[in-house]
């Protein structure tokens, strides 16, 4: 069984940035692709990013394509999602979560605790 926990939300600026960390223990975190999904206020969960497990493939959700990236230092067992220009609508609390093959969506076997961002205008 992976644990997940997320760590690096906060109240930014709308414009500025933030780096969430997923950091993974108890399992082959290795082998698991890894999603951050987020869930704004009132609103389903939505796919945001995915990574492989060798971090050779990542996907993207139109909505943050151009301004957040996802990365993995296995080495770390830890994920990132580096947020720039961000926008009030990128508000929401965000999840990684992990699974053994590459899901873009919501169906994901393992979940963090999420994290708050809040984008201010």
């Known amino acids: 069984q992976v644990q997940l926990v997320e760590s690096g939300g906060g109240l930014v600026q709308a414009g500025g940035s933030l780096r969430l960390s997923c950091a993974a223990s108890?399992?082959?975190?290795?082998?698991?692709?890894i999603t951050w999904i987020r869930q704004p206020p009132g609103k389903e969960r939505e796919f945001v990013a995915a990574?492989?497990?060798?971090?050779?493939?990542?996907y993207y959700a139109d909505s943050v394509k151009g301004r957040f990236t996802i990365s993995r230092d296995n080495a770390k067992n830890t994920v990132y999602l580096q947020m720039n220009s961000l926008r009030p609508e990128d508000t929401a609390v965000y999840y990684c979560?992990?699974?053994?093959?590459?899901?873009?969506?919501?169906?994901?076997?393992?979940w963090g605790q999420g994290t708050q961002v809040t984008v201010s205008s």
């Open positions: 990574i492989s497990w060798l971090g050779a493939n990542t």
């Open positions: 979560a992990a699974s053994k093959r590459i899901v873009i969506g919501t169906a994901q076997d393992y």
């Open positions: 108890g399992g082959s975190f290795s082998s698991h692709a």
